[in-house]
């Protein structure tokens, strides 16, 4: 790579680019297992019920989910085996004005990771959610971890006792 000029950065430029510009976008149709080289692409569920499972969590890895069709039963993400999720869920009936969130803390999932390696979701779902235009971003905040933040969606009338984060 050539010394940059003046005014330029290191990258040619690129990297104002990649900052305000827009990502890779990947559509999931079938079950998945995501690469490193995955982390930052937008990636877009278009399946009621399909399986992805994230690579082992580095520090500074994040993953964009965004859910084009209502999930059903059997929707979710994974994490590798060793690694857990924690954060917060919040789930909006989509029918009555009434939330509801679930909020694990990170001491809690890295104690007993086995307890916090899935996300499930299922749209009619009082303890889940999961409509289409749902999103839910993964981010690697150590070499365990996985901080979650998402907003759901259910058609389930009370959204209470939300478990999306749970045991695989």
Known sequence: MAIPMYGQNKDGDQLALEIGGKKEVVTLTAATTLTAEDAGKLICINAAAIEVTLPSAVAGMVFDFVFFQDTTAGATIVANTGDCFFGT????????????????AHATAIGTVANFDNLDFVHDSQTLGGKAGDSVRCMAVDNTAWMVNGALMTDGNDPDAIAAINAG
Do not use: L, P
């Open 89 to 104: 869920i919040t789930v909006n009936s989509a029918t009555k004005t009434k939330s509801s969130a679930q909020s694990v």
